[in-house]
Nanobody
Framework: QVQLQESGPGLVKPSQSLSLTCTVS??????????WTWIRQPPGKGMEWIGY???????YYGPSLKSHTSISRDTSRNQFTLQLSSVTPEDTAVYYC????????????WGQGTQVTVAS
């Protein structure tokens, strides 16, 4: 059973950088055809897709956040990390990591989510 667990600060000040890590157990982040994804849900709004890092290490970001988003990985720790620079209160959200299966064309596994609040 694959499990994903988000970790990071719950509170970040405006203009600072946010870093969240997703630790994966039960499966390798380098296994073919899986895409390790970050998604968020601002309060009162729908889900917003942020981007992914693929099994190959390639990355892709959604256009709305592309300019201040970076996703990286540490294969030795089986983790992948989201970094958002210059955050604003609009980045307040519950952040989720998830695994997308290209074979199933679906998200198979999700983390429980972590609340991040951007406030001074």
């Amino acid at each position: 059973q694959v499990q994903l667990q988000e970790s990071g600060p719950g509170l970040v000040k405006p203009s600072q950088s946010l870093s969240l890590t997703c630790t994966v157990s039960g499966g390798s982040i380098t296994t073919n055809d899986y895409y390790w994804t970050w998604i968020r849900q601002p309060p009162g709004k729908g889900m917003e897709w942020i981007g992914y890092i693929a099994y190959s290490g390639s990355t892709y970001y959604g256009p709305s956040l592309k300019s201040h988003t970076s996703i990286s990985r540490d294969t030795s720790r089986n983790q992948f990390t989201l970094q958002l620079s210059s955050v604003t209160p609009e980045d307040t959200a519950v952040y989720y990591c998830a695994r997308w299966s290209s074979a199933l064309q679906a998200y198979e596994y999700w983390g429980q989510g972590t609340q991040v609040t951007v406030a001074s």
